[in-house]
């Protein structure tokens, strides 16, 4: 009797579920520290561990499912798909949040980063203003949604290659 293979899209619909509920909460725990329109090194560190976590995660249980094999190939369709499902769920609840949720959270967003640019680099206020004047067309719902989309494939592509050199292990044939 044949043993039924794991398949790769279940892992990735599962670990990206996980992956998409804990960036909600994480997100709402910034909206309660009103910290959610500041961004920062730490936020973008606690989502990169985040996703580098889950995309392991996925990984290896998908090997343990598996009898221990996992093709590099498998691998990172294991990684760039929790990082797409995850995306997705991260990207909707931004655009519930910036709809509904906070309004104002896009404005609050610009005024912070105008206050940034004045304290921390030697624009003057006009350049600043241009550039966030430039910044405003990448802001829109719609570019939003392409560019978290890419962004996810592109990082959960780059984060998955290492773990899947490392974890994969082929099956022998004899």
Not at 8 to 23: D, N, P, R
Request: proline content about 3%; glycine content about 10%.
């Amino acid at each position: 009797m044949e043993m039924v293979k794991p398949n790769t899209g279940k892992f990735a619909l599962t670990y990206g579920g996980i992956l998409g509920a804990l960036s909600i909460v994480f997100a709402l725990m910034l909206y309660s520290l009103d910290m959610h329109y500041q961004g920062g090194m730490m936020v973008l560190a606690v989502s990169l561990i985040l996703t580098i976590a889950l995309i392991v995660l996925g990984m290896i249980q998908f090997k343990k499912a598996n009898n221990g094999y996992m093709s590099f190939a498998q691998a990172l369709k294991i990684g760039v798909g929790i990082g797409l499902v995850g995306g997705i769920i991260g990207i909707l609840f931004n655009q519930l949040m910036a709809g509904v949720i906070d309004p104002d959270m896009m404005d609050k967003a610009m005024t912070y980063q105008r206050a940034q640019l004045l304290e921390t680099t030697k624009m003057t206020p006009e350049q600043v203003d241009a550039q966030m004047e430039m910044g405003k067309k990448f802001t829109t719902p719609s570019m939003q949604i392409v560019f978290g989309l890419i962004y996810s494939v592109v990082i959960s592509f780059i984060f998955s290659l290492i773990p899947a050199l490392i974890l994969k292990r082929s099956e022998t044939i004899q």
